[in-house]
């Protein structure tokens, strides 16, 4: 749970550190889970010759940079947002989170369609993620909502492994302009010439922690300069006035007062909701592209 100083920093500053407030057993059951759905695409691969070395003997926090070089489609079942495991509904359902959520949220509480995993592996462009706010990639029926980002590092983030930065305060400005960068995704990029010039701060995290921050707020990760492998999960959470603003993925209901025979509670019922999801049209909100933008300087 948050302290009273803790909520008051979170709505000031657009982001706070929660220290070690996820169990240990629920990151240690996704890092396996994450293991096990790398083995197996691994020996798919090599079934059909795009991988000829397994690795076995590499854990967590290297074994997919080996296999990578092999096949950049290793990471594809645990990136593409399509890993819906028991495990990893286990992290979204934590109750640890869901109370820190419903001091944000109220009783009623979503969680997002829009959840990912992110490994960042050592000094690969494709991990490098761009100044954004969660808000751009959202539909603006939830612009004037809170929906918080719970960013959960999967092993210590630190700055050499690529943490968060944010810019503190920026969040009670609205949804900045944005493009889409040509870069490797995700690749929306808050506007240079509509940038802040507030100074960004580095949030390094340890397991149990959670980063928090606010749709609004502009953060980005930079590149990986240590040799392991920064794996993070980052999940969103909000009211049910916020509206299907991810309508390309399945949210659940994690929590309720109201409609108690409505949570959903077995991550079997979780998966049949993620995998049987027909998306509800795309969002409304448009960004130009690189070579459509103009840029000042
Ligand atoms: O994990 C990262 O490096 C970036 C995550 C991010 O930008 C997000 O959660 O919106």
């Not at 240690?28 to 000829?52: F, H, K, S, W």
């Not at 690969?124 to 959960?152: I, K, M, S």
């Not at 980005?220 to 390309?248: K, V």
């Amino acid at each position: 749970m948050l302290t009273q100083s803790q909520l008051e920093q979170f709505h000031h500053d657009g982001f706070l550190v929660a220290r070690d407030i996820v169990p240990r057993a629920v990151i240690r059951d996704l890092q396996e889970e994450i293991d096990q759905t790398i083995d197996t695409q691994a020996r798919a691969l090599q079934e059909t010759g795009e991988i000829t070395e397994l690795h076995e003997a590499l854990g967590f926090l290297h074994r997919a940079t080996e296999l990578c070089r092999q096949s950049p489609r290793i990471l594809d079942p645990v990136t593409n947002g399509t890993h819906c495991g028991r495990a990893m509904f286990g992290l979204i359902a934590c109750s640890a989170i869901l109370d820190v959520m419903e001091q944000l949220l109220g009783r009623e509480i979503i969680a997002s369609s829009i959840y990912r995993l992110r490994p960042k592996l050592p000094n690969r462009p494709e991990g490098v993620v761009p100044w954004h706010q969660d808000a751009g990639y959202f539909d603006t029926c939830a612009d004037e909502h809170l929906v918080p980002t719970c960013w959960v590092p999967l092993m210590n983030a630190t700055v050499d492994t690529g943490c968060m930065e944010v810019l503190p305060g920026c969040h009670r400005h609205g949804v900045f302009r944005h493009y889409w960068a040509e870069i490797k995704a995700p690749s929306l990029s808050i506007h240079p010439d509509h940038m802040s010039d507030v100074e960004p701060i580095a949030v390094p995290a340890e397991v149990g922690d959670v980063v928090l921050m606010t749709n609004m707020t502009p953060h980005r990760s930079t590149d990986n300069r240590s040799g392991l492998i920064r794996w993070a999960a980052d999940l969103r959470y909000n009211a049910p006035q916020a509206g299907d603003y991810g309508p390309g993925e399945a949210s659940f209901l994690a929590r309720s007062r109201a409609r108690p025979g409505d949570v959903v509670t077995d991550w079997r019922e979780f998966a049949r909701l993620r995998e049987n999801h027909v998306p509800a049209g795309d969002v409304d909100r448009k960004w130009l592209k690189q070579d459509e933008e103009t840029f000042l300087a």
